[in-house]
T-cell receptor, first 116, second 112 residues
């Protein structure tokens, strides 16, 4: 079974430019999440999709961030225009809809964004 | 405002000894607690979880203890192996389990 795939692995852009990160979740996983880790800090929740619908986007920093999940498959996270404080590692995770017990997320390797 | 805290950024342990990683939380409504392990350039991978109705869960060399009154949990690794060297994240969620709060991580080094 293929895991969660993220692209690109690393992106270096200048302040004011646009970057789009892509995530392919595990096939059949209805839940897709975006998290971000700024160096040395905690991994912070950004948003949660159930299929193509945004279930919770309370962690999105501001309106420069736009996430989509077309057809309930892959997801993109666009940052436009990028600012210096957007630098960090963006993790995508997916999970099945659970009946009971802990919701175990499977994470991708992350997309490292560096804004200069 | 961090709801999950890992106050030790790093820990070094001799191979074969016990590793104890600690985590504190502030929200008494958390229902599930998980530990993730992360190697460099990889995403976090699930290690072990515990529900708020339990105080201990064991899986091989890994045991998680939960002290609800102290809002504290710990991960014990016995015996520690060099391959356990990684960053360990503690995470907590409410009943829906859809928004996790992570700590800042503890970097464990197991010395051969």
């Amino acid at each position: 079974e293929a895991g969660v795939t993220q692209f690109p692995s690393h992106s270096v852009i200048e302040k004011g430019q646009t970057v789009t990160l892509r995530c392919d979740p595990i096939s059949g996983h209805d839940n897709l999440y975006w998290y971000r880790r700024v160096m040395g800090k905690e991994i912070k929740f950004l948003l949660h999709f159930v299929k193509e619908s945004k279930q919770d986007e309370s962690g999105m920093p501001n309106n420069r961030f736009l996430a989509e999940r077309t057809g309930g498959t892959y997801s993109t996270l666009k940052v436009q225009p990028a600012e210096l404080e957007d630098s960090g590692v963006y993790f995508c995770a997916s999970s099945q809809t659970r009946g009971s017990g802990a919701n175990v997320l499977t994470f991708g390797a992350g997309s490292r964004l560096t804004v200069l | 405002d961090q709801q999950v805290k890992q106050n030790s950024p790093s820990l070094s342990v001799q191979e074969g000894r016990i590793s104890i990683l600690n985590c504190d939380y502030t929200n008494s409504m958390f229902d599930y607690f998980l530990w993730y392990k992360k190697y460099p350039a990889e995403g976090p991978t699930f290690l072990i979880s515990i529900s708020s109705i339990k105080d201990k869960n064991e899986d091989g060399r890994f045991t998680v203890f939960l002290n609800k009154s102290a809002k504290h949990l710990s991960l014990h690794i016995v015996p520690s192996q060099p391959g356990d060297s990684a960053v360990y994240f503690c995470a907590a969620s409410g009943y829906t389990g859809n928004q996790f709060y992570f700590g800042t991580g503890t970097s464990l080094t197991v010395i051969p």
